[in-house]
């Protein structure tokens, strides 16, 4: 069983920036991937961002490429995305998944851990 929680949501104006963060407990096994997902009101979940606990290898989606960086701490079994360059189109609840993944995947189902969601807003 892994727990995940996210911190770091918040109100931010157009071109400001965020840090979320995702504390892991639990079995986190050296194989898993990690990944962000957001989901605005009346849309669809969707992929943000992935990375890999062993390993550096990240996954953008292409609205956040440039914008966005994902990381981890392996020693603090924490992963966090920055977020800069923010725009209104960014509001949603984030959340972080865990998958039982070789690779980084980028499909909801793919997940088998999530996290309750932390809400960023991006207004004026």
């Known amino acids: 069983q892994v727990q995940l929680v996210e911190s770091g949501g918040g109100l931010v104006q157009p071109g400001g920036s965020l840090r979320l963060s995702c504390a892991a407990s639990?079995?986190?096994?050296?194989?898993?991937?990690m990944g962000w997902f957001r989901q605005a009101p009346g849309k669809e979940r969707e992929f943000v961002a992935g990375?890999?606990?062993?390993?550096?290898?990240?996954v953008y989606a292409e609205s956040v490429k440039g914008r966005f960086t994902i990381s981890r701490d392996n020693a603090k079994n924490t992963v966090y995305l920055e977020m800069n360059s923010l725009k209104p189109e960014d509001t949603a609840v984030y959340y972080c998944?865990?998958?039982?993944?070789?690779?980084?995947?980028?499909?909801?189902?793919?997940?088998?851990?999530w996290g309750q969601g932390t809400q960023v807003t991006v207004s004026s």
């Open positions: 990375i890999r606990w062993s390993g550096g290898s990240t």
């Open positions: 998944a865990a998958a039982r993944a070789i690779v980084v995947v980028t499909t909801q189902r793919e997940y088998d851990y």
């Open positions: 639990g079995r986190i096994f050296r194989n898993y991937a």
